[in-house]
C-alpha cells in the first residue's frame, strides 16, 4: 500500500486551499489545475508535445480560439503549467492599452514582469543568479578559476560576454546590463545591482545614473525589444531551463484600435511567427488566444491576407484536429461542469474534510446548475466562474453547520453580484421583477 509521506501531505492540502481560496474570488488559480481540467486531454497533449519539441531546440506557436465560456484563458493557464512541470520559465501576458500587440517593448516589459519558474515568481533575478552561478560552478570545476576571486570574477565576465555574443552584435547593452549586474552584486551594491534587473526589464524608472555607471547607451525600445527577448531566452536556457512559454491572452482587444495600431499589431505577430519558423527563436513557445471574431472579422487578422493563410485551419468535418496552427475550444455544457464540481469536491475535502456526499449530492449539483443557468438566458457556458463561487460558498456553509442543508436552502440571489458580473455575463442575465 502506497502511503503519502506527512510533508507530501501538507504539500498537497496546501495546494488545494489555494485551489479552493482562488475559486471562492472567481480566479483561475495558480497551480493544480491539472486536478479540476476536464475533457481536454487531447488538446493537452499536443500543447505537451510541442513543448517537447521546443525543449529541443525548435520555437513553436499555437493559437486558441473560443468564445466567452469556452475557457481560453483556463486552458492556456494550464498550458503553462504544464510547460513549468516540464522544466520551462513561463510568463503570461495579457493585451490591454498599458501592453498592446502594436509596441513590441510594452510587450517585453510584460514578459519580464510576469516571469514565472517552478520555484520563483517574479523571476527574472533568480534565473539571471541561477546562469551566473552555473558560470562559476563550471569555472571552477575546470579549475579555471586559479583559486582567486578575481581572477573567477574576470573569467565569469568573459563568460558572460561570450554567451551574449550574438546578441551584442547588434546591441551591446544587455550584456553590459549584466556584467554591471555581477560586479555589484559582488561588491555588496545591491541598489545597482537591483536597478541592472530593472534595466534589462525595461521598468521606466530605472534612470540615467544606472547607464552612466554600466557605460549603456540607449534603452530597451521598440527596435530593441526583440533582441532582448532573444537574450533573455538564451539566459533562460544557459540557467538550466528548458526555455521559456509565453502566452499572450486576449488578441481579440487589437480589433478595437485604430486602423494604423492595428497593423502595427499585426505585423508585431507576423515578425513572431516568421521568427519561429526561420529558426531564430530557440527553446521559446508562444501561446495567444483570440475569439472567432479576431480571426474571422474584417477588422481582425484576415483583414492581412499573408498572416491569415499562415495560421488559418481546414475545417472538412466534425473531427477537430489540435494539431493545426488553432485549438478550437468549444462551450462548456452540463456534463463538464458538473464534471468539474464533483474534482471541486475532491480537492475541497483535502483542504478540509471530506465532504457530506449526502447534502452535495449529484441531483443538487445538477438542479444548482440549472439555477444559475436560468437565470442566464440558458447559457451553461456563461455560468462556470460564478457557479464554482457559489458552489465553494455551498461547501463552505456544509463544512461549517452540521444542519445546513443546501437542498432546502439555496437560492440563487443576483443582487450581490452586482458590480463584478463581466459585460459578458451582464449582456445574458435574465433581470427579474
Known amino acids: ?48 508535445r510541442q513543448l517537447d519539441y521546443v525543449a529541443d531546440g525548435g520555437g513553436d506557436l499555437k493559437f486558441i480560439r473560443g468564445d466567452f465560456g469556452s475557457g481560453k484563458t483556463f486552458f492556456v493557464a494550464r498550458a503553462l503549467e504544464i510547460a513549468g512541470n516540464k522544466g520551462f520559465a513561463t510568463s503570461h501576458v495579457f493585451i490591454s492599452p498599458s501592453a498592446p500587440l502594436s509596441k513590441p517593448k510594452a510587450l517585453y516589459q510584460q514578459i519580464c514582469a510576469n516571469l514565472k519558474t517552478i520555484e520563483a515568481d517574479h523571476a527574472l533575478k533568480t534565473i539571471v543568479d541561477n546562469w551566473i552561478f552555473a558560470i562559476e560552478e563550471r569555472l571552477i570545476s575546470t579549475g579555471r578559476d586559479g583559486g582567486e576571486n578575481a581572477v573567477l570574477e574576470a573569467a565569469t565576465e568573459k563568460e558572460i560576454e561570450a554567451a551574449l555574443a550574438g546578441i551584442s552584435e547588434t546591441n551591446t547593452g544587455l550584456s553590459a546590463a549584466l556584467r554591471t549586474y555581477y560586479r555589484a552584486n559582488n561588491a555588496g551594491d545591491f541598489p545597482v545591482a537591483q536597478a541592472a534587473i530593472g534595466w534589462i526589464a525595461a521598468e521606466p524608472t530605472v534612470g540615467r545614473d544606472f547607464k552612466q555607471k554600466a557605460g549603456i547607451k540607449g534603452e530597451v525600445d521598440d527596435n530593441t525589444a526583440f533582441s532582448f527577448l532573444l537574450g533573455l531566452v538564451e539566459i533562460i536556457h544557459r540557467a538550466g531551463y528548458k526555455g521559456l512559454a509565453i502566452a499572450i491572452d486576449e488578441l481579440e482587444t487589437t480589433q478595437g484600435l485604430q486602423r494604423n495600431q492595428r497593423e502595427r499589431s499585426y505585423q508585431t505577430l507576423a515578425r513572431i511567427i516568421d521568427a519561429l519558423d526561420g529558426g531564430r527563436m530557440p527553446h521559446c513557445y508562444f501561446l495567444f488566444t483570440g475569439t472567432p471574431s479576431f480571426f474571422d472579422s474584417s477588422r481582425g487578422i484576415r483583414s492581412v491576407t499573408p498572416l491569415y493563410d499562415r495560421i488559418s485551419v481546414v475545417e472538412t468535418d466534425s473531427y477537430k484536429n489540435p494539431r493545426q496552427p488553432q485549438i478550437h475550444l468549444t462551450r462548456f455544457d452540463n456534463g463538464k ?69 443546501p437542498a432546502d436552502n439555496y437560492e440563487f440571489d443576483a443582487e450581490h453580484l452586482k458590480g463584478e458580473l463581466k459585460a459578458e455575463e451582464e449582456a445574458v442575465m435574465v433581470v427579474e421583477f
Request: hydrophobic share 40%; net charge neutral.
Open 1 to 48: 500500500m502506497n502511503i503519502v509521506a506527512p510533508d507530501q501531505k501538507e504539500q498537497r492540502r496546501h495546494q488545494s486551499l489555494n485551489i479552493i481560496n482562488a475559486l471562492r474570488r472567481g480566479t483561475v488559480p495558480t497551480d493544480g489545475l491539472e486536478r479540476i481540467v476536464v475533457g481536454l486531454d487531447i488538446e493537452e497533449n499536443v500543447i505537451s
Open 337 to 405: 461542469l458538473e464534471l468539474v464540481a464533483l474534482k471541486v469536491i475532491d480537492v475541497y475535502s483535502q483542504a478540509y474534510r471530506e465532504v457530506d456526499r449526502e447534502r452535495i449530492s449529484h441531483r443538487f449539483i445538477r438542479a444548482m446548475i440549472k439555477k444559475l443557468t436560468n437565470r442566464f438566458g440558458g447559457r451553461v457556458d456563461i455560468i462556470p466562474r460564478i457557479f464554482l463561487k457559489e458552489f465553494i460558498d455551498v461547501l463552505d456553509k456544509c463544512e461549517i453547520y452540521e444542519d445546513y442543508n
